[in-house]
């Protein structure tokens, strides 16, 4: 009895330690896969060059840095000038789009209503701190993701033997193939997620340009990004878009607003059946909820990965539950090679 007590205890700590650490934990996981999307860009370099696994990881990171340095050389005084023009005008769209509404007496209850819900301490302006703060703390926080990434990236086997060293003997082979199969299925998520992205955004771009939309490039480039959280992103991506355009005339709007109804039909019918559900198979609805409920129990951050742990979640469940407590066989290998850290080619 007193050994169930000490049990249920230390569970209880450990609970509550980790629900502290949660942030942290957050940002060990985008850690992570920063250093599996290294390590998918080394392969190729690896199997196709004579570098060693350390000389693919290093031109890897070159190659990494010399496209964002030629995309920022390109695009960049431009996209940091219609950003800069955007973040002006979306509160003036704004203000435009409320007095439009005050004009009609429905548009008018509605306004009311919205100003009528709580803001927070100090009113609405105490936002902009908040902001600024929140912003200082990514940026410091995406330094962290990127150094720790790096260094898991070089170092790859010493974290996931130790990792596998806390189970029993018996259970070590095992856990070492969950852990491949959890690699494996996060590499192609995330392959086939930049892949979305810059699909996503390079035709909403286009598509901007095209109808004489304000700061195409900028909304581009958002709408690019929102890809990054289903469902919920690129509804968010698409609300400056809608408010620029409303100020440029209702043609312009009504134009805008097609081009990011193709945009979403592109992404779901084309986007997603071929590259999506080739490269990670993570069913539509198990996203939603995942975003939901990461949403809800850990904040903006739980959002921004939901994906990538709801993608973790179901290879668990598949691999742990499904296969080895009800002992149903997995329908093919799921590891069709060694993982790279348990390959000994190269340095």
């Known amino acids: 009895m007193a050994g169930l007590l000490a049990l249920a205890a230390a569970l209880i700590v450990t609970g509550l330690v980790l629900l502290r650490l949660v942030d942290v934990l957050l940002l060990i996981f985008g850690a992570v896969l920063f250093a599996i999307l290294l390590n998918a860009i080394a392969a190729p370099l690896r199997s196709r060059t004579p570098l060693g696994r350390i000389g693919s990881l290093v031109a890897a990171v070159i190659v990494t840095v010399l496209a964002i340095a030629v995309i920022l050389w390109a695009f960049g005084s431009k996209l940091d000038s219609q950003l800069g023009s955007l973040a002006d005008m979306a509160p003036r769209a704004w203000d435009g789009f409320q007095a439009r509404l ?182 539509m609805a198990v996203t939603l909820f995942a975003v939901l409920a990461m949403g809800v129990l850990l904040g903006p951050l739980g959002v921004l990965l939901a994906t990538p742990l709801a993608v973790v979640a179901y290879v668990l469940v598949k691999m742990v539950y499904v296969e080895d407590v009800l002992g149903d066989r997995p329908e093919a290998p799921v590891i069709a090679a060694k993982p790279f850290w348990r390959r000994r080619r190269g340095p």
């Not at 992103?233 to 607003?257: I, R």
């Open 102 to 283: 005050s004009r009609s007496t429905l548009g008018a209850l509605l306004l009311r209503e919205l100003d009528a819900l709580p803001g927070p301490d100090g009113g609405w302006l105490s936002l902009a701190p908040r902001v600024a703060a929140n912003a200082a703390s990514g940026l410091a926080a995406t330094v962290i993701v990127i150094f720790a990434g790096l260094y898991l990236a070089f170092h790859p086997r010493t974290y996931a033997e130790g990792l596998v060293r806390l189970f029993p003997r018996d259970l070590r082979a095992r856990a070492l193939e969950i852990l491949a199969a959890i690699h494996d299925a996060l590499k192609r998520w995330l392959l086939a997620q930049l892949l979305s992205m810059a699909l996503v955004g390079s035709t909403t771009a286009l598509g901007l340009w095209l109808v004489g939309a304000p700061f195409p490039i900028g909304l581009g480039v958002l709408a690019g990004l929102g890809q990054f959280v289903p469902v919920v992103g690129p509804m968010a991506a698409a609300v400056p878009g809608l408010l620029v355009a409303l100020a440029a005339g209702p043609q312009v709007l009504a134009m805008t607003a097609g081009v990011y109804l193709v945009a979403a039909q592109l992404e779901a019918n084309v986007i997603t059946p071929l590259v999506l559900r080739r490269m990670a198979a993570l069913p």
